[in-house]
């Protein structure tokens, strides 16, 4: 069965830093992921999305993602912070073949001036 | 802007009653999924439906149902409210089923009093 872990609820970073925010994923099939943001009283967003091409991912507002099948990890990366990117960040695996996301617990990004 | 219309945006009712949620997919867009996000359970798939049919279902109870229009809005029925279904609801549209992007609402904030 698909899942997703995500590691830290919450990673403060300060504006200009690297962020980093940690998934890891468990499927018995080659995963298609994601990674979705949330901010505040809005929907979900979509950042990237892996779905078995290049494993170095690069999405919208200059977030990328690297998948590494040995270490069963989807590690979402932005080398330079910005108080824009606050937020909550949810990764997710795509579930059987009809497309329904099974999502993490999200992790809340906070930027400090 | 998505592309994805939810209707109520905020919902405050009874416990006991039941209410309608309303979900407008993106023009086009075949495929309708609804997800329910609260703080203890995260972000859950509830139900899938494509082109009128229910395609999948997740941990939906059975005091809720939906169901697709042939113009392709979905509405979410709830009733028998229950304080622990105050909650984010979302609906989710994308092209086809099985690994497309899924396009998100804002979502409607649903709370039991």
């Known amino acids: 069965a698909q899942s997703v872990t995500q590691l830290g609820s919450h990673v403060s970073v300060s504006e200009g830093a690297l962020v980093l925010l940690r998934c890891n994923y468990s499927?018995?099939?080659?995963?298609?992921l994601f990674w979705y943001v949330q901010y505040p009283n809005q929907g979900l967003q979509l950042l990237l999305k892996?779905?078995?091409?290049?494993?170095l991912v690069k999405g919208i507002n200059g977030f990328e993602a690297e998948f590494k099948k040995s270490e069963t990890s989807f590690h979402l990366t932005k080398p330079s912070a910005h108080m824009s990117d606050a937020a909550e960040y949810f990764c997710a695996v795509l579930k059987g073949s009809q497309g329904n996301l099974i999502f993490g617990k999200g992790t809340k990004l906070s930027v400090k001036p | 802007d998505s592309g994805v219309t939810q209707t109520p945006k905020h919902l405050i009712t009874a416990t006991g009653q039941r209410v309608t949620l309303r979900c407008s997919p993106r023009s086009g867009d075949l495929s309708v999924y609804w997800y329910q996000q609260s703080l203890d359970q995260g972000l859950q798939f509830l139900i899938q439906y494509y082109n009128g049919e229910e395609r999948a279902k997740g941990n939906i109870l059975e005091r809720f149902s939906a169901q697709q229009f042939p113009d392709l809005h979905s509405e979410l029925n709830l009733s028998s409210l229950e304080l622990g279904d105050s909650a984010l609801y979302f609906c989710a549209s994308s092209p086809q089923t099985g690994g497309a992007e899924a396009f998100f609402g804002q979502g409607t904030r649903l709370t039991v009093v």
């Open positions: 892996y779905t078995s091409a290049a494993t």
């Open positions: 499927s018995s099939v080659p995963p298609y």
